[in-house]
Structure formats: C-alpha cells, structure tokens
C-alpha cells in the first residue's frame, strides 16, 4: 500500500502537475530561451517536490529506510513461509510412508 501511495503521488502529484506548467510555459514562450527557463524550473521543481535535493535528505532518508525495513520483512516472511511449506511437505510425507508400511 505504502508503495502505491508513493507512486501515485510521484506520477499525478509531481510529474503531472509539473509537466502541465512545463507545456503551458512553453506554448506562450515567445524564444528558446524562455523553453530553456522553463525546462530549468521543472527540473528544480520536479527535484524539490520528490525530495531530491540536499534539504529533503533526511526525509528521503527515512523514507528509503522504513522501505527497507518493510522489504526486509516481506523477505524473512517468505523465507520462513517457504521454510515452513517444505517442513509440511515432509511431515506429509512421512505420515505417507508411515500409512503404506502398515
């Protein structure tokens, strides 16, 4: 869900919302230069609202190590999972080889 919620804020909160300046200052740009402005400013305001600039470091930092703690955990859940999977399958098993000797 976390992940989810991140990629919908980068693509409709960020990227969307910026591209949308981005192409209304360069249909009323009247040179290249004005472009060039304009692609500056969606580049600086892309890098603030995702946090990837020096300011935002600790957030971005903290963000990257609650998802890597949740990823973390959704490893050792599959491994303890598939541990346990192989686990039944030899019970089974032998309770089976137990149940064909008598």
């Known amino acids: 869900h976390f992940i989810s919620q991140v990629q919908y804020y980068i ?4 990227l969307e919302c910026s591209w949308k300046e981005f192409e209304s200052a360069v249909n009323t740009a009247e040179n290249l230069d004005s472009i060039i402005d304009a692609h500056k400013r969606l580049l600086c305001i892309v890098s603030e609202r995702l ?4 300011e935002h ?3 971005l930092t903290s ?3 609650n998802y890597k703690v949740g990823n973390d955990f959704i490893e050792a859940y599959d491994r303890a999972y598939d541990a346990l ?3 039944d399958m ?3 098993q032998r309770c089976d080889n137990i149940n064909t000797r008598t």
């Open 51 to 54: 946090m990837l600039n020096q």
């Open 11 to 14: 693509n409709f909160e960020v």
């Open 85 to 87: 999977k192989r686990h």
């Open 57 to 59: 470091l600790p957030v």
């Open 90 to 92: 030899i019970r089974e």
């Open 63 to 65: 963000l990257y190590t």
